[in-house]
């Protein structure tokens, strides 16, 4: 990986809000339709009827498409969007509708409700739900709009189960060191316990701009 994959694109700030917020509706449809199709118990004629719709709507997205991911991309403007990211991207199905805040240097927390299409043990969170919104979470959290950084290594700890339902997940800096930057987590259900705990070394790559004031690693940041 190289900053080079982060594509610059002359679509105005205007423009790029307009669109996502269009898409973004579409994706909380999308959304719906995920958890009806976990939990709905029409006949299967209905389900065989409903197939060929979704069928026919698929073809019409399809009508013009990006050749591959999303990625990230940013305009001279300053304004990043990450619509295909698998936990903040606007316009993904399958990341939960997840606001993240930075309250904060060096901290970030998220509200999230976790429904029917991220259960694992029955009734609960799944394991590999709360790794994946840790990591995103933690991850904002070293950066914290001011360089970029990737995951190294993350250690979780799994104290209990997380119901399914409304969750919080906290991060903060624990330490740095050079290139690398300790992050420290938890993910709660409503009762504000911790259900897992984590730690994780993320790392800001040799590649990456070293000048902090640079602020083409904000961009990237705040996709
Ligand atoms: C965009 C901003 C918003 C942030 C939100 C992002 C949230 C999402 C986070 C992710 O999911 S990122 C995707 C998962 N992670 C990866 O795919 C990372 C894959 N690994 C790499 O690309 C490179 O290994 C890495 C950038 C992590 C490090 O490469 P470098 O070439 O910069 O490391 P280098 O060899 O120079 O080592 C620097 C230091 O880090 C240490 N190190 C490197 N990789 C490590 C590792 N994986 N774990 C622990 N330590 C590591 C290494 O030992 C050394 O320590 P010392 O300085 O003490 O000698």
């Given at each position: 990986?190289?900053?080079?994959?982060?594509?610059?694109?002359?679509?105005?700030?205007?423009?790029?809000?307009?669109?996502?917020?269009?898409?973004?509706?579409?994706?909380?449809?999308?959304?719906?339709?995920?958890?009806?199709?976990?939990?709905?118990?029409?006949?299967?004629?209905?389900?065989?009827?409903?197939?060929?719709?979704?069928?026919?709507?698929?073809?019409?997205?399809r009508?013009?498409?990006?050749?591959?991911?999303?990625?990230?991309?940013?305009?001279?403007?300053?304004?990043?969007?990450?619509?295909?990211?698998?936990?903040?991207?606007?316009?993904?199905?399958?990341?939960?509708?997840?606001?993240?805040?930075?309250?904060?240097?060096?901290?970030?927390?998220?509200?999230?409700?976790?429904?029917?299409?991220?259960?694992?043990?029955?009734?609960?969170?799944?394991?590999?739900?709360?790794?994946?919104?840790?990591?995103?979470?933690?991850?904002?959290?070293?950066?914290?709009?001011?360089?970029?950084?990737?995951?190294?290594?993350?250690?979780?700890?799994?104290?209990?189960?997380?119901?399914?339902?409304?969750?919080?997940?906290?991060?903060?800096?624990a330490?740095?060191?050079?290139?690398?930057?300790?992050?420290?987590?938890?993910?709660?259900?409503?009762?504000?316990?911790?259900?897992?705990?984590?730690?994780?070394?993320?790392?800001?790559?040799?590649?990456?701009?070293?000048?902090?004031?640079?602020?083409?690693?904000?961009r990237?940041?705040?996709g």
């Open positions: 990986m190289t900053m080079e994959m982060f594509i610059l694109d002359e679509t105005s700030t205007g423009e790029v809000d307009r669109r996502e917020k269009v898409v973004a509706a579409l994706t909380d449809s999308v959304r719906d339709l995920v958890d009806a199709t976990i939990r709905s118990t029409v006949d299967d004629d209905e389900i065989l009827a409903v197939r060929e719709e979704v069928d026919a709507l698929v073809s019409r997205l009508a013009a498409q990006l050749a591959g991911p999303a990625g990230v991309r940013y305009n001279a403007e300053g304004r990043s969007w990450n619509w295909g990211n698998a936990v903040v991207g606007q316009h993904n199905a399958l990341a939960p509708p997840l606001e993240i805040v930075h309250d904060g240097p060096g901290s970030a927390r998220a509200d999230v409700v976790l429904g029917a299409a991220y259960e694992g043990p029955p009734g609960m969170v799944h394991g590999g739900v709360a790794a994946l919104l840790l990591d995103q979470i933690m991850g904002e959290t070293a950066s914290g709009f001011k360089r970029l950084t990737m995951t190294g290594t993350l250690s979780l700890r799994y104290r209990r189960g997380t119901p399914l339902g409304p969750v919080r997940i906290e991060g903060r800096i330490s740095e060191s050079g290139r690398k930057i300790t992050v420290q987590a938890h993910l709660a259900g409503p009762d504000g316990e911790p259900t897992v705990e984590a730690t994780g070394l993320f790392i800001i790559p040799s590649w990456a701009p070293v000048d902090e004031s640079d602020r083409t690693w904000a990237f940041a705040e």
